[in-house]
C-alpha cells in the first residue's frame, strides 16, 4: 500500500459544480496534512492547510479524519480557474526531521 | 521577497555530462528539499538538509549529491547524467518545523538527458 494515495482523476465537472476528492495515508502517526495545487508545467502551490477540526477558505474547505486516515478537499462553486492538480501532502515529524510524502495528485478540469 | 529562486529553467544534458542545479531561498528558512517529479508521478525526495552543514538523503538520492554550505544555497549535483534522470527538479524550503506551514516551491528546472 502507498503512503499517500489518491484518485489520479480526471475529475471533469461543469462549470459551478461541487466536487469533493479524497487522500488517504497509511501512516496513523502522521501529524500535520496539507492541499496543494499544481497547474501545468508550474511548480505546486500551498492551497491550505488541514486542520483536525476542519477548515474553510472561501470556495474550499478540508477535512481530516484521523480514524478512517484520510483528508478531503471540497470545491464549491467551482471556477475555470480551479481547474488544476490536487497534490495531498502529508507530513510526520520524526526525532531530527520531518518526513513529507506527496501523493501522486488529482487531475480536475473544470468545462464552461 | 524572491522566495525560492532555481537556475537554469532549461536545461539539456548530453549522457555522462554533469551539472549543478542552484536553488538559493531569502526567507531564512533552516529547512531546504530537492524533489524530481516525473510525469504522472508525486514529487520524490532527493536530498533534504536541515541547516547550513547538514545534509540527509531521501527516497531517491542515488546519482546525486548536495552540500548546504549557507543557510540559502542548496546546489543538487548530478555527476554522470543519465537517461533516467531526465525529470523536473523542484528546490523547496521551509520553516523548522512548524507544523501549519507547508514548503515554499521554486519555478522548477526541466532536465533532458539524450
Known amino acids: 500500500r502507498k503512503e499517500v494515495e489518491q484518485d489520479p482523476g480526471p475529475f471533469n465537472v461543469p462549470e459551478g459544480a461541487t466536487v469533493a476528492f479524497n487522500c488517504t495515508y497509511s501512516?496513523?502517526?502522521?501529524?500535520?496534512f496539507f492541499w496543494y495545487r499544481q497547474d501545468c508545467r508550474k511548480e505546486p502551490k500551498l492551497l491550505m492547510s488541514v486542520y483536525s477540526s476542519g477548515n474553510e477558505d472561501g470556495r474550499f474547505t478540508a477535512q481530516l479524519n484521523r480514524a478512517s486516515q484520510y483528508i478531503s478537499l471540497l470545491i464549491r462553486d467551482s471556477k475555470l480557474s480551479d481547474s488544476a492538480t490536487y497534490l495531498c501532502?502529508?507530513?510526520?515529524?520524526?526525532?531530527?526531521?520531518?518526513?513529507?510524502?506527496f501523493g501522486s495528485g488529482t487531475r480536475l478540469s473544470i468545462r464552461p | 521577497n524572491a522566495g525560492v529562486t532555481q537556475t537554469p529553467k532549461f536545461r539539456i544534458l548530453k549522457i555522462g555530462q554533469s551539472m549543478t542545479l542552484q536553488c538559493t531561498q531569502d526567507m531564512n528558512h533552516n529547512y531546504m528539499y530537492w524533489y524530481r517529479q516525473d510525469p504522472g508521478m508525486g514529487l520524490k525526495l532527493i536530498y533534504y538538509?536541515?541547516?547550513?552543514?547538514?545534509?540527509d538523503k531521501g527516497e531517491v538520492p542515488n546519482g546525486y549529491n548536495v552540500s548546504r554550505s549557507t543557510t540559502e544555497d542548496f546546489p543538487l549535483r548530478l555527476e554522470l547524467a543519465a537517461p533516467s534522470q531526465t525529470s523536473v527538479y523542484f528546490c523547496?524550503?521551509?520553516?523548522?518545523?512548524?507544523?501549519?506551514?507547508?514548503?515554499?516551491f521554486g519555478s522548477g528546472t526541466r532536465l533532458t538527458v539524450v
Open positions: 538538509s536541515v541547516g547550513a552543514g547538514i545534509t
Open positions: 523547496a524550503s521551509s520553516l523548522n518545523r512548524d507544523r501549519g506551514y507547508g514548503y515554499t
Open positions: 501532502v502529508v507530513k510526520t515529524e520524526g526525532s531530527s526531521a520531518s518526513k513529507i510524502i
Open positions: 501512516n496513523s502517526a502522521s501529524q500535520s
